[in-house]
């Protein structure tokens, strides 16, 4: 509950529909109402900018209170008769409060029973009986509203420290300090304030009308009763006392509102930002400019004001019929979009022009969104139905059914699988290979579309031609701009690095070297003990010898993540395969510094030195070295989409002359389950792939399930996801996931070699038998005590493995990946006699006649002794 206090007003006490005072700054009204009427005008005027509380228990008929709801009331203060005509499951029970004339603990509790509702307690004379009351309610509880017969501050603000909601007659309410008959607005706000800082100040978060942070600063109860009586940002700075936000600077701030989270350890100044901006740096908030939505109204704002004649904003605010076309245009072009990427471009385009229309209105988001939380007080449902205009017409229809495209099955599979389920159960898309036409199964199991190839070489090459032309300096402000590193004065953090970065706790240490030391040997055992060494004829020995590759850099996702195991699967290979130099590259945190996780690995595998940048500007640093970036021969390791880009364009550029890894694409996880299977095991394997990104694509492949074992595994699916801290980026990812039904293993199988999955998970029975049926996996991990994760860490086998198809054609890391083979022929003058007849002649053929003269000249000198 935001509004720690709630003024009683009436209707000829509000101008405008606004209170005024320091009331206003409360953004809540509490009225009592005689008719439904008078309600609805009142909430007219007022609901878009204030939260309204009515007592409604004068009003006749069930159908009015639904009114006063539908129209915008905040909270409907009912009586006991009014609540129980009430329908629970049409109507949000944190919108009704129960009125009560209870006067002891038992009335109270038997006119609450066990309903969730709020509780409005009118005209209390006995303050200490409803204190006590609230002290043994508890913390947790619907909201208390409190009204007294002889309201007073006292009374009032020990109601509020106890987590009650004192209703106060505006009239007493002051920002001034108490006088007789008066209300010190600030003394009761902050009765119930905590503060865990020595010198007792109050964080204060201090947003915008859409809740974008703009600073954290610091209030007392004094430059609380300053704002509220201003009207404008006051705050109590550490050094200099009362802070009058923009007296020097001209930067003012409107005060909108002010409240207090749950906790009530931090104050919620909402404010209307005057000037260049909230920061001293005069950026929009202290965390930076504005992005998204706010920065462009910002733009557009500045452009109305002072757009160049001529230019096409300015001809978009004077020519209505302009704006009318494009809004249709991209309305249009946003129906017409099928994927991800396209609906994501057009939407924004349609935003823009939008916001644009708006913008030449006066009308602002924060506008906008106040209507749509409006339209979220709806108690009321329409049919939703669309104009007749916008209808396709039925020749439409029929053309459209006529092409039962795969793609077209497969939306039409997905929307009869939502109305069957319209819980929003987490749930995979299911089909049947027996039923299924096999360009349906084929359709199903495409991964989820990528950015444009375009759209995305449009943004790194000029990363990659900026750091390779600019070096340090280019690489630099990438890191400032991307990762937020302003603090970072150098790109490197070089070896040997200081203990102080590796402070780690004991278990994580021991976890790091246990699976370190089982990469290690797992890695160690694919070493060559030996030349390959074949006399293919007598007299001519071909040999093969390996050699490490000099120099490889390892890229480590990162920022705000921790991927130690990422930096083990890479860095110890590398240190096995005897790679002379290693560079670890991993974007570093806000405050420059890089995760002491990736500094302790980085020690142990002999890493020269940690590139403190992430993106296209890390792989372009190590492909072409900078003044501190030591250059590499190869570059491995996984990354978003920017990265895969920059590492194709890299080993393409023959002046790089770099190699890399593999290609790549958003993760995945393939799971084959029969009727052995553990329900529980196989939702969680599907899981562990699920929230990596919203991208990321998960396929169950059941072999001969019946209904009741496919539920169960869906109800896991949907238990554990709902679980998970990350449950709507899992959302995201289950809503292009499949289930693939079939009737045996073989078909299982066969659709998994065609999908070629990153990981492949066998949970049937005799899984290792099934091992020899896999032609195109990354990774396969055998039986039910198996799960993925343990690849990704801790058991030996490398994690950074090929995604997106690409199994088909390439291995995932290994050692191989850090070593070059290389050749040698050694003859005898009898093995230049045997085999130089033969390459002559096909010299000869090719007419290459220097490589023939080269063994002629050879053997007519032999001839010649």
């Known amino acids: 509950m935001s509004a720690l206090v709630l003024p009683a ?120 009986f409803v204190t006590a009351w609230l002290k043994e309610y508890g913390e947790e509880h619907p909201p208390v509203y409190v009204s ?5 501050e006292e009374d009032a603000a020990q109601v509020s420290a106890l987590g009650g909601i004192p209703v106060l007659p505006i009239a007493s309410l002051s920002s001034e300090p108490s006088s007789t008959g008066s209300i010190n607005l600030a003394k009761v706000l902050m009765a119930g304030a905590k503060s865990d800082r020595p010198d007792g100040l109050f964080t204060t978060l201090v947003v915008d009308e859409r809740g974008t942070a703009l600073g954290l600063v610091y209030s007392s109860e004094k430059s609380v009763q300053e704002s509220l009586k201003l009207g404008r940002g006051v705050y109590q700075s550490r ?21 207090m989270d749950c906790d009530r350890d931090c104050l919620l100044f909402v404010v209307r930002q005057k000037g260049r901006g909230f920061c001293h740096l005069a950026t929009s908030t202290c965390f930076g400019n504005y992005s998204g939505l706010s920065r462009l109204q910002k733009t557009l704002q500045s452009r109305k004001a002072s757009a160049p004649e001529g230019s096409y904003t300015a001809r978009l605010f004077n020519d209505s019929q302009l704006l009318k076309a494009k809004i249709m245009e991209e309305a249009s072009e946003l129906c017409e979009a099928t994927e991800k990427e396209h609906i994501a471009f057009e939407a924004a385009d349609l935003l823009y022009f939008a916001l644009t229309k708006c913008v030449a209105a006066g009308v602002s988001i924060e506008d906008v969104e106040r209507n749509l939380d409006m339209k979220a007080l709806k108690v009321k449902r329409r049919p939703g139905n669309a104009k007749e205009q916008w209808l396709p017409s039925a020749s439409e229809d029929t053309k459209e059914l006529a092409i039962p495209t795969p793609a077209a099955i497969i939306q039409k599979s997905k929307e009869a699988s939502a109305a069957a389920d319209p819980s ?42 900026d750091v390779q032309e600019r070096g340090d300096k280019a690489l630099l402000e990438y890191t400032h701009k991307f990762e937020k590193a302003t603090s970072l004065t150098s790109p490197v953090l070089k070896a040997p690095f200081p203990e102080s970065l590796m402070q780690l706790p004991p278990e994580t240490i021991e976890a790091i070297d246990i699976s370190f030391e089982n990469i290690r040997k797992f890695h160690a055992a694919q070493k060559e003990e030996r030349p390959l060494v074949v006399e293919t004829m007598p007299g001519v020995v071909c040999t093969r010898f390996s050699r490490p590759i000099e120099r490889v850099g390892c890229y480590v996702p990162g920022g705000t993540a921790v991927l130690p195991s990422t930096a083990m699967m890479l860095g110890v290979p590398a240190m096995v395969a005897g790679c002379e130099k290693i560079v670890l590259a991993s974007p570093p945190r806000a405050d420059g510094s890089v995760t002491p996780e990736i500094v302790y690995v980085a020690h142990k595998v002999g890493a020269e030195s940690i590139v403190l940048a992430g993106g296209a500007q890390a792989i372009a640093a190590m492909a072409y070295g900078t003044e501190s970036v030591s250059k590499v021969d190869k570059i491995l390791g996984p990354g978003n989409q920017f990265v895969t880009a920059a590492k194709m364009v890299v080993s393409n550029d023959t002046s790089a002359a770099v190699g890399i890894d593999m290609p790549a694409g958003p993760s995945e996880v ?180 220097a490589h023939r003269r080269a063994v002629s000249i050879r053997l007519a000198m032999m001839s010649s002794k």
């Open 9 to 128: 007003t009436k209707l000829s006490e509000l101008k405008d529909g606004l209170l005024s005072g320091p009331a206003a700054f409360l953004g809540s009204i509490f009225l009592s109402v005689q008719n439904v009427t008078e309600a609805v005008d009142l909430l007219q005027r007022t609901t878009s900018r204030v939260s309204t509380y009515l007592d409604v228990t004068a009003l006749e008929s069930i159908e009015d209170i639904t009114t006063v709801l539908d129209a915008g009331a905040t909270t409907v203060i009912v009586n006991n008769t009014q609540l129980h005509q009430l329908d629970p499951k049409t109507l949000d029970q944190d919108r009704v409060a129960l009125w009560t004339t209870g006067v002891t603990k038992e009335e109270i509790i038997e006119s609450i029973g066990d309903k969730s509702v709020g509780i409005f307690t009118s005209n209390v004379s006995d303050v200490a």
């Open 148 to 152: 007294f017969s002889n309201p007073n």
């Open 239 to 259: 050094k200099r006392g009362l802070w009058y936000k923009g007296d020097s600077s001209g930067d003012t701030q409107e005060l909108v509102r002010v409240s």
């Open 424 to 465: 929003g159960k987490i749930t995979l898309t299911r089909y049947d290979a027996s039923k299924d036409d096999r360009a349906v199964i084929i359709e199903a199991l495409k991964r989820p579309s990528q950015r444009s190839t375009e759209k995305i070489m449009g943004i790194v090459n000029p990363i990659i031609k």
């Open 670 to 849: 393939l799971v084959i389950a029969d009727e052995t299977a553990e329900p529980a095991f196989v939702a969680a394997d599907l899981l562990s792939q699920a929230e990596h990104g919203v991208d990321s694509q998960v396929v169950l492949i059941a072999i001969d399930l019946t209904t009741e074992q496919l539920e169960a595994i869906e109800t896991e699916v949907d238990k554990q996801a709902n679980a998970l801290p990350r449950v709507d980026i899992v959302r995201g990812a289950i809503d292009h996931s499949v289930t693939l039904i079939v009737k045996s293993l073989q078909e299982a199988m066969e659709l998994s070699n065609v999908y070629a999955p990153e990981h492949l998970i066998l949970q049937i029975k005799d899984a290792e038998k099934a091992v020899g049926l896999v032609k195109n996996a990354g990774s396969v991990f055998i039986g039910k005590w198996t799960p993925e994760s343990v690849g990704d860490y801790s058991a030996g086998v490398n994690h950074s493995l090929p995604t997106y198809g690409y199994a088909r054609q390439y291995s995932g890391v290994n050692l191989g990946s850090y070593i070059k083979h290389i050749t040698a022929s050694n003859l005898t003058e009898q093995g230049l006699k045997e085999v130089g007849p033969a390459v002559m002649q096909l010299a000869k053929v090719e007419e290459l006649e």
